[in-house]
């Protein structure tokens, strides 16, 4: 069991600059922490913007804890080389 996220995304100025997305699953308003995977920084997916302006979207899965009880959250950042943060955003709560 799952989950598909998309993530749209605008870049300007990252021509050849490699971008990742990275994903954890926390549980909503501060609850219990998950433990393993789910609360590491996953990787998403990798862009290679081949223009000054680029622009889309890309969908990547994340896999639900086995302990499927409650409702979780998708945190996501898009990060620049060197651990640069872009942007940042969360999906609604989700069972």
Known sequence: MGV?????????????????????VVRPNGGERLSGRWRDHNLGFQLLPG???????????????KSRNGSFIIQASLMAKGAVALASAETEEFS
Request: aromatic share 14%.
């Open 51 to 65: 223009s000054d302006h680029a622009t889309g979207s890309k969908s990547f899965w994340v896999p639900l804890p």
């Open 4 to 24: 598909e996220v998309s993530a749209e995304f605008d870049l300007r100025g990252l021509r050849g600059e490699p971008i990742s997305l990275f994903w954890s």
